[in-house]
C-alpha cells in the first residue's frame, strides 16, 4: 500500500510540473477538440455587464496560443463539435439559441 501511494504521489507531482496554463479571453466556459483540424475550440462567455457577445477561440492544443478568434453576438457555453461537417456547435443558453460555425473557415 506504502508502495502504491508513494508511485501515486510522484505521477501527481510530475503532471503538476508538466501542466500548461495560459489564460483565454474572460468567462471560459468549456471546449470542444477536433482532431481533424488538431485544434481546441473554446467557448468564452467574455463579460456579463461590459460585453454584449461571446468570442470562441482556436487553441493551438501544444502551446494553447490563440490561433483564430470568432466573435459572436451571443454568449457561448456549451460546445461540441461533429466530426463529419467540422460544425462547430454552441448552446446560448441566456437567449435560448443555438450557434453553428464552420471549424474550417470560421
Do not use: C
Request: charged content about 15%; proline content about 2%.
Amino acid at each position: 500500500m506504502l508502495g502504491s501511494l508513494l508511485v501515486a504521489s510522484s505521477f501527481s507531482t510530475l503532471a503538476a510540473e508538466d501542466m500548461l496554463r495560459k489564460a483565454v479571453g474572460k468567462g471560459a466556459y468549456e471546449m470542444a477538440w477536433s482532431q481533424q483540424e488538431n485544434a481546441l475550440w473554446l467557448a468564452t462567455s467574455q463579460s456579463r455587464k461590459l460585453d454584449k457577445g461571446g468570442v470562441v477561440y482556436r487553441l493551438d492544443p501544444v502551446t494553447l496560443e490563440i490561433t483564430q478568434a470568432i466573435h459572436n453576438d451571443l454568449k457561448p457555453f456549451g460546445a461540441t463539435i461533429n466530426a463529419a461537417t467540422q460544425t462547430l456547435w454552441f448552446g446560448n443558453t441566456i437567449n435560448s439559441a443555438v450557434t453553428a460555425i464552420d471549424a474550417k473557415n470560421g
